[in-house]
Each structure stands twice: as structure tokens, then as C-alpha cells.
């Protein structure tokens, strides 16, 4: 990718950081007229610093039915 297109894939990521890769990709390839995969706008947001979000793990809670778990069911 071309010191130009990373320009555009900063501006692209930063005004809307919530794309996803290939919705990057049809834009990138909009604005410019160059046909670009998803692989290099995947290698060149991890490049910039931009990694995958997961879920955060959600809490592990023991209980039954609405009432905390004494170990006795």
C-alpha cells in the first residue's frame, strides 16, 4: 500500500473507528479508484495499531433462580 492509501486508511479509520475491514475497503476503493483487498487494510490497521475487539468476559455468577448459591441446590 502507498503512502497515500495509508493517509486515507487513517482518515477513513478515524473518522469512523467502528468499520469493519472490508466495509474499509469498499470505501477506500470509492474514494481512490484502486482496487484493494481486505488482507492489506487488516495487516496495515494492525500496522497503525488498531487490533480486533473481543467481548469482555462477563463475571461468573452462582446462582439459582435469583438467590445466591450457598453450594446446596
Do not use: W
Amino acid at each position: 500500500m502507498t503512502e497515500r492509501g495509508q493517509r486515507m486508511l487513517n482518515r477513513t479509520v478515524y473518522r469512523s473507528c467502528q468499520l469493519s475491514a472490508e466495509s474499509i475497503a469498499k470505501d477506500l476503493q470509492s474514494s481512490s479508484g484502486l482496487h484493494i483487498s481486505t488482507t492489506p487494510v487488516r495487516r496495515e490497521l494492525h500496522g497503525i495499531g488498531f487490533h480486533g475487539q473481543t467481548a469482555e468476559p462477563k463475571p461468573y455468577i452462582t446462582q439459582v433462580h435469583g438467590k445466591a448459591s450457598d453450594g446446596v441446590v
